[in-house]
Antibody, heavy 119, light 108 residues
Framework: QVQLVESGGGLVKPGGSLRLSCAASGFTFSDYYMTWIRQAPGKGLEWVSYISSSSSYTNYADSVKGRFTISRDNAKKSLYLQMSSLRAEDTAVYYC????????????WGQGTLVTVSS | SYVLTQPPSVSVAPGQTATITCGGNNIGSKSVHWYQQNPGQAPVLVVYDDGDRPSGIPERLSGSKSGNTATLTISRVEAGDEGDYYCQVWDSGTDHVVFGGGTKLTVL
């Protein structure tokens, strides 16, 4: 079955960097767009970034543009989010999710990884 | 930027019908999706493309749109339906994904 497993979260100081990973299994990873979505503690969902199946196209929320970089390795069936210049407001659970082809929605989500930005 | 507006909370008795709304400018021209999230868990897609259900989602959950409002309707509400519900669209103008603020459904 489809599985998405995030890793790489943790505690980081403001201004620091962190790289999140998402390991995919149970489907042909290279056929799907993928996305990162985050949720600050006690808050709602916020879309962060998405990447096309071949990495030819990416897009970012205004709140992270210029600081975060999404990438993927189809051979390794993995999605990544490189986060730099981290701020307290980046503290959140970060979910990777699979794009439902043709519908701009997300049909499978990982369990999330917590990123805490604090001194 | 595009904004989706949801009521913060909705309460309903077991067996009754819950209605969760999602308002947005010209939402009628957009495809609306809905997610359910239970505490401590990842969101689950329950309705996509306004009114289609992924496999495994009961028919009690249905989506619709009218004017500038999309609606998620949950019939014969059960205790297990409690949780947070989010609507979502894709804004073609910015090529960004947009979520509503979420609605907490409480089963009395």
């Amino acid at each position: 079955q489809v599985q998405l497993v995030e890793s790489g979260g943790g505690l980081v100081k403001p201004g620091g960097s962190l790289r999140l990973s998402c390991a995919a299994s149970g489907f042909t990873f290279s056929d799907y767009y993928m996305t990162w979505i985050r949720q600050a503690p006690g808050k709602g969902l916020e879309w962060v970034s998405y990447i096309s199946s071949s990495s030819s196209y990416t897009n970012y929320a205004d709140s992270v543009k210029g600081r975060f970089t999404i990438s993927r390795d189809n051979a390794k069936k993995s999605l990544y989010l490189q986060m730099s210049s981290l701020r307290a407001e980046d503290t959140a659970v970060y979910y990777c999710a699979r794009w439902l082809t043709g519908y701009y929605s997300f049909d499978y989500w990982g369990q999330g990884t917590l990123v805490t930005v604090s001194s | 930027s595009y904004v989706l507006t949801q009521p913060p909370s909705v309460s309903v008795a077991p067996g009754q019908t819950a209605t969760i709304t999602c308002g947005g400018n010209n939402i009628g021209s957009k495809s609306v999706h809905w997610y359910q999230q239970n505490p401590g868990q990842a969101p689950v897609l329950v309705v996509y493309d306004d009114g289609d259900r992924p496999s495994g989602i009961p028919e009690r959950l249905s989506g619709s749109k009218s004017g500038n409002t999309a609606t998620l309707t949950i019939s014969r509400v059960e205790a297990g339906d409690e949780g947070d519900y989010y609507c979502q669209v894709w804004d073609s103008g910015t090529d960004h994904v947009v979520f509503g603020g979420g609605t907490k459904l409480t089963v009395l």
